[in-house]
Each structure stands twice: as C-alpha cells, then as structure tokens.
C-alpha cells in the first residue's frame, strides 16, 4: 500500500514505516505542500492529522483531495486532547494498537 504521512510524529511516521506491506511516498511536513504532494504521488491513503504544520486549513485541503481523488483513502488522527481520551486509552492498553488496527482496517 502506498502512503503519505503528514501526522508531525516521528514515532507514528517510523512506526507506519515499518510494517512491511507500507510503503511510505513522502512524509510532508507542512500543509502548505500538502495537496500538492498528494495529488502528484497519488497514494492508496493519506493518513493526516490536526498536528501538521502550516496556515492552510487542513479542512478544505482534505475536502478538495476527497473530490479531486476519490481514489485515495484519508484517515485523520485527531490529535486533540478531551475528555473522552482517558476512557479510549484505558479500554486500549497501547496507542500503538490503534494505528495498527487502522492500518488493517484500511487495507480491506
């Protein structure tokens, strides 16, 4: 599967990167570029989330790509801390598990 990452974690970028069916097209590192580098290296999935970089809402971009690209899958890490984290991150005891879990979900 072939992936852009534009989640500002090293941990998460190097963790994705790891798995062996993955292969990671470009890391982008502000939303500046990122509909740019989407559209150019047309990726299975863009995973993204609300911790890039950049003054371009993240928002429209994924909307823009949704209908420019319907072919790409995005999956977007909401980043924010509330109320409902403690709950989710008790009922899983690594946070690892859930990106694996959503890996595998969007390979079917």
């Known amino acids: 599967m072939n992936v852009v990452l534009a989640v500002s974690e090293k941990s998460v970028e190097k963790y994705i990167a790891s798995f062996p069916d993955i292969n990671v097209l470009k890391i982008v590192t502000n939303s500046k570029t990122l509909y740019k580098d989407v559209t150019e290296m047309n990726p299975h ?15 429209n971009i994924l909307q823009r790509l949704r209908e420019e690209q319907p072919q790409t899958r995005i999956a977007y890490l909401y980043g924010a801390d509330d109320i409902i984290r403690p709950v989710f991150t008790t009922a899983i005891p690594e946070k690892i598990a859930t990106i694996s879990y959503l890996i595998l979900m969007l390979k079917t």
């Open 45 to 59: 999935l863009l995973l993204v989330s609300n911790m890039l970089a950049g003054k371009e809402q993240i928002e």
